[in-house]
C-alpha cells in the first residue's frame, strides 16, 4: 500500500512544528515527514505537494531524508511547489504535476532586518551564492539539463 504524505503550507524547522500545530497553522518540518515515513524504510510513499517554500535548511533536511529513502517515491505536484518546495519532488522516482500546477524557481535570498558590517554581508552573500550553487545542482541531477 502506498503511502500519502502531505507537503503543504510554509517548509519550517522541526522545533517550529509543535507550535505551527498548536495554532493550526498549516506547516510542514523535517520532523513531520520523518514521522510518517513508512518504518521498514520500503513501502512506496507519495509526497503530494502544495507549497510556496520557506526555510531552506529544513527544505535540504526533508531533500536528504527522502534522497535517502529506499522505496519508490512519487510526487504530486497539486498547487505550487515553489522556492525550496520545489526542491523536494527532484528527488522523486517519478514527478506528477496538475495542469494547473506550477514550480517555482529562484535565487536564494534572505529576509529581515540584516545589520552588520560590509565583511558581514560578503558573508551572507557568499552564503547565498554557494546555496544557489548547491540548489542548482540538485535540478541538473534530475533533469541532465546545465546549469544555464
Known sequence: MVKRIEV??????????????YY???????????????????????LVINSGGGSVSAGREIYTALYNYQGKVTS?????AGSIASIIPLISDEVLISRLGQFMIHNPS????????AS???KVADMLD?????????????TGKSKD
Open 8 to 21: 503543504s503550507g510554509v517548509i519550517i524547522s522541526s522545533d517550529l512544528q509543535d507550535a505551527y500545530d
Open 110 to 117: 534572505v529576509g529581515g532586518s540584516i545589520q552588520g558590517e
Open 120 to 122: 558581514e554581508f560578503r
Open 130 to 142: 554557494s546555496t544557489a550553487e548547491a540548489l542548482a545542482n540538485a535540478y541538473v541531477a534530475k
Open 24 to 46: 493550526e497553522v498549516n506547516a510542514t518540518s523535517p520532523k513531520k515527514i520523518f514521522e510518517q515515513l513508512p518504518e521498514n524504510g520500503t513501502d512506496p510513499i507519495e
Open 76 to 80: 504530486k505536484v497539486t498547487g505550487l
